[in-house]
């Protein structure tokens, strides 16, 4: 019933749903962007950003600003709005929260799985990890001499441990090849998900399980693509499909059989939602990739997502949207810094 | 010694091919390496940007690719070239293994990621060339400084000598034939003076009476020691 929402949601989530919309009004605007591509150096993006909801950020940077001292203070500065949020949030939403890090945890997992494969310090690892992933085992991979080892002892505690148990059915851990457990795991974190939004109901199931399913055809339509011409083969490959997404068990099945990008072309038609995406992927590097498009179409769903109230889904859309323009930002700065600036309009517009 | 300078001449003559041979092959390199540079800026600015596409799409996969590193995959070997005598190394890259990052960017960004692999291998193939380029360049300038001090440590210092040498061994001989002549003819002289002195004595005492010809067996008439007429 939609009037539960509204009658229960501002109680606990309230403030916290107030404070993520006024943080999402302070996101780029198109004449921001349109500011930031006229720039000629990194100083001018600096001053430029000055005017926006970023403020000084970069005000105690030594010389000289490079992009990538640009990257790590706007992921900072979202890792503290997310902790921030993380931290003042009750049932249900720590969960969602939850359930949110768990995609840059499996990230961190698997960068010090293979660091712990090959001998190497973990303390570097550390560093490299992304932030929003962090887990309080992290310090204790290095005890663990295999990966298996490092399953029963570290991970158990995580909330991976029910998606390494997906994985660990048919191989042993150390077999696996790095990046088809990473996909893997991520299948199984996007199922899981999907299931506590639809079971949560109301306007948050409303919201998000169609972001999610979209999420998950978009993996289901990259890893294909990507995978052509390499050793995976199609039951590998269909082993790593998402399958809460609407492409279901028969589209699933003949993506796996596609051979090349004509076929898979295909295949979307038979589902009107993705059949305009897959036609506006133009030829090699002149149109957009299938990759810009379907970020453009992530971008759409997202913003949407704030025209609903009370429901768990804008924070969600927040820290994607916020993502993207990192991206962005990152881009138009390293087209500035390299002087190359025929792609600089490449970016994906927000708002 | 014309034996020693004919030699001296041929060493020089062969020197002197032998450095326009490696002059000629220097200023090749030297051709080569300047569009390599220019090449290799162009392709680098182009494998940069490539780089920051990919990671505008897959996100920062740096991390996975660090650790993943085993053996590599393009390995050079090292051959040999002849110049006119010069050795120079000339490296040729080739591959070896499967590509361990075959599935990197699996999820996202895997078309960027096999684009930015081949701007890379392009470049890494423009460095060995490169390399191999620049070793030929700095062994030949080595190789034709050694030549050309060579020919002109013959062409001024050997030839001359020897030509010096030569000089003055037939003035030398020329001189002491100019002597022994000199000699003779003053020997001669000499004795002609002396048989002129010695007639003239002769004479004058022949007149003074003192010296009478010895008889003259056969001019005489009248033979006194003949008894019986």
């Keep these: ?351 | 010694m014309k034996a020693r300078l004919k030699g001296a001449q041929t060493g020089r003559n062969l020197l002197k091919k032998k450095s326009d041979a490696l002059t000629l092959r220097f200023r090749q390199i030297l051709k080569k390496i300047i569009e390599t540079k220019m090449l290799m800026g162009e392709v680098m600015r182009e494998a940069a940007f490539s780089l920051a596409e990919a990671k505008f799409t897959a996100g920062d996969f740096s991390t996975t690719v660090i650790q993943n590193v085993n053996k590599a995959q393009v390995k050079i070997r090292a051959k040999k070239d002849n110049v006119a005598g010069v050795t120079l190394p000339i490296f040729e890259h080739y591959h070896e293994g499967t590509d361990s990052y075959e599935l990197t960017g699996l999820a996202r960004g895997g078309e960027q990621l096999a684009k930015l692999k081949r701007n890379y291998a392009k470049a890494v193939e423009l460095l060995v060339e490169l390399a191999s380029l620049q070793t030929s360049f700095v062994t030949l300038d080595e190789a034709i400084k050694i030549t050309n001090r060579r020919v002109n440590a013959i062409e001024h210092v050997i030839i001359p000598r020897i030509e010096r040498t030569l000089a003055y061994i037939i003035a030398e001989l020329d001189e002491r034939e100019r002597e022994e002549f000199y000699r003779l003819k003053k020997i001669q002289e000499k004795k002609k003076i002396l048989k002129e002195k010695t007639e003239r004595e002769l004479e004058k005492r022949k007149i003074a009476g003192e010296v009478t010809e010895p008889a003259n067996l056969l001019a005489e008439e009248k033979d006194e020691d003949l008894l019986f007429e």
């Design chain 1, 1 to 351: 019933m939609l009037g539960s929402a509204e009658l229960s949601f501002n109680v606990d989530h309230g403030y916290l749903e107030g404070l993520v919309r006024g943080c999402k009004a302070g996101l780029l605007t198109q004449q921001d962007y349109l500011n930031l591509v006229q720039c000629e150096t990194l100083e001018d993006l600096k001053v430029h950003l000055q005017t926006t909801d970023y403020g000084n950020f970069l005000a105690d940077q030594t010389n000289p600003l490079t992009v990538s001292k640009i990257d790590m203070e706007m992921r900072k500065k979202l890792c503290g709005e997310f902790e921030y949020f993380r931290n003042h949030s009750l049932e249900p939403l720590s969960t969602f929260f939850t359930y949110m890090t768990c995609g840059y945890m499996i990230d961190n997992v698997v960068l010090l799985l293979s660091g712990a494969l090959q001998k190497k310090s973990v303390r570097d690892l550390l560093g490299r990890c992304h932030p929003l992933g962090r887990f309080s085992e992290m310090e204790a991979v290095n005890i663990a001499e295999t990966p298996s080892d490092l399953f029963h002892a570290v991970l158990v505690e995580t909330p991976l441990a029910p998606f390494f148990q997906d994985c660990m059915s048919e191989n042993t851990l150390d077999e696996l090849n790095i990046e088809v457990l990473r996909n893997k795991l991520y299948k199984s974190y996007l199922e899981a998900f999907h299931n506590f939004c639809k079971d949560h109901g109301d306007v948050t199931a409303e919201v998000m399980c169609p972001i999610l399913e979209f999420e998950a055809d978009r993996r289901a339509f990259i890893i294909t693509l990507n995978s052509f011409g390499t050793e995976l083969s199609r039951d590998a490959r269909e082993a790593l499909y998402p399958t809460c997404g609407r492409l279901g068990p028969e589209g699933l099945r003949l993506l796996a059989q596609a051979e090349d990008f004509e076929q898979m072309k295909r295949v979307a038609d038979h589902y009107e939602v993705y059949k305009p995406l897959l036609e506006a992927v133009g030829d090699g590097s002149a149109g957009k990739s299938l990759e810009d498009v379907f970020y453009e179409q992530e971008v759409k769903m997202n913003v949407l997502a704030f025209s609903r109230q009370f429901h768990c889904g804008v924070f969600y859309a927040y820290t994607k949207l916020r993502e993207q323009e990192m991206r962005n930002v990152v881009w138009i700065a390293e087209c500035i810094s390299q002087r190359h600036r025929t792609k600089i309009n490449s970016y994906i517009p927000i708002l």
